[in-house]
């Protein structure tokens, strides 16, 4: 039996097949909500856009209607809000590759970058800081690099999650592929709560009329 999350948006899944089949879609907006990261690492720093994806679909309701689609290589899930609609994603390729996941995604479901969401680790911001940005550089994030390069585009909006950056500089690596430490894990469940108010609530604004403005 089909998830009913996917049933009441329109995509569904057969037993029989290895791809989602897309029924028309709705009269209202559609964006695609993609969480950056590495698949099997989901408590890792660097993976804490899979962690606000998750977030986002159990505030949603869909967080047992998730899908794997082969075409684009990722767990989908869709949900309706208001009269909008998500396409939530969690690439099953590496952070260096999510872009392939992304691009083909936004092709399947007929969206520009502009309606296309990436949720992502921010060195630079400290944990718990949030911010949402339109367009811009990768600054260093490769999986953002990948987006921008796989969309041939910058326009993407982005909600930076802030994981801090390690004092010794040659330890980024390490830092950002190890697990939050047991304090850092007492933090998260508000940040991803404040994380999917902020998302929500911007993209309830944009299906509303004009783009509107972003966090610095």
Not at 9 to 33: D, F, N, Q, T
Not at 167 to 189: D, I, M, R, W
Request: hydrophobic share 40%; with cysteine.
């Amino acid at each position: 039996m089909s998830p009913p999350g996917l049933l009441r948006a329109g995509l569904w899944r057969s037993p029989a097949m290895s791809r989602c089949v897309l029924e028309p879609r709705p009269p209202g907006k559609r964006w695609l909500v993609a969480g950056l990261g590495n698949p099997g690492l989901p408590g890792t720093r660097h993976s804490v856009g899979m962690a606000v994806l998750g977030q986002l679909a159990r505030r949603l309701g869909v967080a047992e209607s998730w899908a794997r689609d082969r075409r684009c290589a990722a767990d989908l899930a869709l949900a309706p809000l208001g009269d909008a609609q998500l396409v939530l994603l969690r690439p099953r390729r590496l952070m260096n590759a999510n872009g392939r996941s992304v691009a083909r995604a936004a092709e399947m479901f007929g969206l520009t970058a502009e309606e296309v969401y990436l949720v992502h680790d921010e060195l630079d911001k400290p944990l718990g800081k949030l911010a949402l940005k339109l367009g811009g550089s990768a600054r260093g994030h490769n999986g953002v690099r990948s987006c921008i390069s796989c969309l041939n585009s910058s326009a993407m909006p982005r909600l930076r999650v802030g994981i801090g950056r390690p004092t010794n500089s040659e330890a980024v690596q390490a830092y950002v592929l190890g697990c939050f430490s047991p304090a850092e894990q007492e933090l998260l469940p508000l940040l991803l709560d404040r994380a999917t108010d902020l998302l929500l609530d911007h993209i309830r604004e944009r299906s509303q009329g004009p783009s509107v403005g972003v966090s610095p």
